[in-house]
């Protein structure tokens, strides 16, 4: 009688696993289904919207037309993004052993060692542990890595 139980229960979990698994697709073509409504609707909302665009009488908007790139001038002289075309000033972006990474920005960034032209007509220098020298017709100025931070303000005694 044992094994007659033990066949019967296990056909019961095989049966309960499969009703899951069949409660768990209709679930989902359900979904489908309203997904597929929502579609078709959609559809047929922009269908009669366009028809009745197409039907309606009026005239497009009237543009004025204007000649080349005049009307977009102030941007072209700004830059994209408020940057300003042309020359931008060098900073430093790290050192390497007798390298420094310098550049405008980040993306343009190139590795120069002592004695090298950089873009604009400089010349490297010098390059110290946290900042290069750099020189411009016999005008030397110092680009750092990372800034020093101020000295604290004495204070004048007053509470």
Do not use: C
């Not at 190139?110 to 032209?117: P, T, V």
């Amino acid at each position: 009688m044992r094994p007659y139980i033990d066949l019967l229960k296990a056909y019961l979990k095989k049966w309960e696993t499969e009703r899951y698994l069949e409660v768990l697709l209709a679930v989902l073509a359900v979904l489908l289904l309203f997904q597929g409504v929502r579609g078709v609707s959609a559809m047929i909302q922009a269908g009669t919207v366009l028809r009745s665009l197409e039907e309606s009488n009026a005239a497009p908007p009237k543009r004025a037309v204007s000649d080349g790139v005049e009307p977009y001038r102030a941007m072209l002289d700004k830059g994209t993004f408020g940057r300003v075309p042309g020359k931008q000033p060098l900073k430093v972006f790290g050192i390497l052993g007798d390298s420094a990474l310098i550049g405008s920005d980040p993306n343009s960034a190139k590795l120069y060692s002592i004695n090298a032209e950089l873009p604009g007509g400089e010349k490297l220098v010098e390059i110290g542990p946290n900042s290069v020298v750099l020189e411009n017709e016999e005008k030397e100025h110092t680009l750092t890595v990372f800034p020093v931070p101020a000295a604290p303000k004495a204070n004048s005694g007053a509470p």
